[in-house]
């Protein structure tokens, strides 16, 4: 028998997400295909910002995850591919980045169904 999902929430990244990806991200376990740690403040700053123009264009970005008790635990969504100089340029980049305690909970499942409500 399978365990219930936790509940899950996704919002568009705020600014104050900036600080919390950052303060989740930084774990090297997290990290490990990322360069192994978190990227300056700054970087999550401009994240959250262009996310937040993504929601606004395309109606979806990286948004940001709470758990049940509303505590920032990561992101989740898809956005355009962000570079032009390499990957699939033109394409959509589905993605996620969860905090180490979130992992195996669920969570991810529970995001993808959330997501599918919303389209």
């Known amino acids: 028998m399978s365990r219930p999902l936790p509940a899950v929430q996704l919002r568009v990244p705020t600014d ?11 774990d090297p376990d997290v990290m490990e295909f990322h360069g192994g740690k978190a990227a300056e403040l700054s970087v999550y700053e401009e994240l959250t ?17 709470l758990d049940e008790d509303g505590e920032v635990i990561g992101f989740t969504g898809a956005q355009p591919w962000p570079h032009q100089e390499f990957g699939p340029v033109g394409e959509i980049e589905i993605g ?7 992992w195996g909970k669920g969570y991810a499942t529970a ?5 599918l409500e919303r389209v």
């Open 96 to 102: 996620w980045r969860l905090a180490r305690g979130a």
């Open 16 to 26: 104050e997400d900036a600080l919390a990806w950052h303060r989740v991200f930084d």
């Open 111 to 115: 995001a993808a169904r959330t997501t």
């Open 49 to 65: 910002a262009r996310q937040r123009m993504h929601d606004a264009a395309h109606g979806f970005c990286f948004w940001t995850m």
